[in-house]
């Protein structure tokens, strides 16, 4: 088996256990109450989920901030220095700056270690997109394969991954110049919860707007109908900011329309919390076609 170091961000998403399980480096990221900053792991040590998500329906607004270049470098040469490659699979770069400053690093880290690899790979993805992109790669690398073979199913992924999700909170949206003042205003009166995909940039986008819960959540089912890949082995990973009757719900309505799929229940860490606030409610999947295109 190739000697290389599968490595990702938080902002995947995927539950505590599972990047043990699948062997994968995961790098924390900060974010801010006011002037103190925290740290985000995967086991919540700095900040549970629990009071992150009190704090934010409470009125406070956290800021997110990029990984630090000097971490990236910490991260990378732990493995450069045990003489092993890297691929590390990053934060959509339609999202965040982190893919520029990792790629930086690793062509300075090149120069230092000659004869080392260090593949930076743009997911295009955010929450648990990136987190099916993270899964399929380690489980091929686990399989036996090499780091470009792993890459490429990286790729393949990303390209048919198919993200949707819902909100609750307009006013986040509108924080992030995704809905006007107006929208949001009026949407939060009606009960609208839009729904929104990453497009084949890494973007947001928002595509439908529902009214109520149970009509933005039957838009998610109908999508899985249209677009699952019923002939490649589904993994399907659902997650949630603080709303989990509103995932379990969703469960049910997968598990009813595609039987025998493997289901992951995940939550929504504060980097991407900070973003889309309390109540946001996800759904990926391997698609049978090219992802949302704008």
Same mark, same amino acid.
């Given at each position: ?31 801010? +109450? ?12 700095? &900040? ?56 930086? @690093? ?11 690899? @260090? ?16 899964? $399929?790669?380690? $489980?091929?690398? %686990? ?8 890459? =490429? ?16 909170? !307009? &006013?986040? !949206? ?8 107006? =929208?949001? @205003? ?37 999508? !899985? $109908? ?9 993994? @399907? ?6 709303? =989990?009757?509103?995932?379990?719900? !969703?469960?049910? &309505? ?23 606030? %309390? ?12 992802? +949302?295109?704008?």
């Amino acid at each position: 088996m190739e000697n290389f170091t599968l490595v990702t961000d938080v902002t995947c998403d995927l539950n505590a256990p599972m990047y043990e399980e699948l062997g994968v480096t995961c790098i924390p990221m900060g974010f801010l +109450f006011g002037e103190t900053e925290y740290m985000h792991y995967p086991d919540g040590r700095e &900040m549970p989920l629990a009071v992150f998500y009190q704090r934010l329906e409470g009125g406070e607004m956290p800021k997110t901030a990029q990984i630090n270049p000097l971490v990236y470098r910490e991260t990378f040469e732990k493995s450069l220095a045990a003489g092993k490659d890297i691929l590390y699979l990053c934060f959509s770069s339609g999202l965040s700056g982190c893919f520029a400053t990792a790629l930086m @690093i690793a062509r300075e880290l090149e120069k230092e270690y000659p004869g080392r690899t @260090i593949r930076v790979l743009d997911t295009k993805s955010a929450s648990v997109g990136e987190g099916l992109v993270v899964l $399929r790669a380690a $489980r091929a690398k %686990n399989a036996g394969a090499t780091l470009e073979q792993t890459a =490429e199913v990286a790729e393949e992924t990303l390209r048919h991954c198919c993200h949707w999700f819902t909100v609750d909170n !307009l &006013m986040h !949206l509108r924080r992030g110049g995704r809905l006007s003042s107006f =929208e949001a @205003i009026v949407g939060s009166a009606l009960k609208i919860q839009p729904v929104l995909t990453l497009d084949t940039e890494g973007k947001l986008a928002v595509v439908s707007k529902e009214r109520g819960t149970k009509n933005a959540l039957q838009y998610l089912i109908r999508r !899985l $109908r249209e677009d699952v890949d019923r002939n490649e082995p589904q993994t @399907i990973i659902l997650a949630h900011a603080d709303c =989990e009757a509103k995932v379990l719900m !969703l469960r049910t &309505m997968v598990e009813e329309t595609y039987p025998g799929a493997e289901v992951h229940v995940c939550e929504i860490g504060p980097v991407i919390g900070s973003h889309v606030g %309390n109540g946001m409610c996800a759904m990926v999947f391997y698609g049978a076609r090219p992802g +949302f295109e704008a």
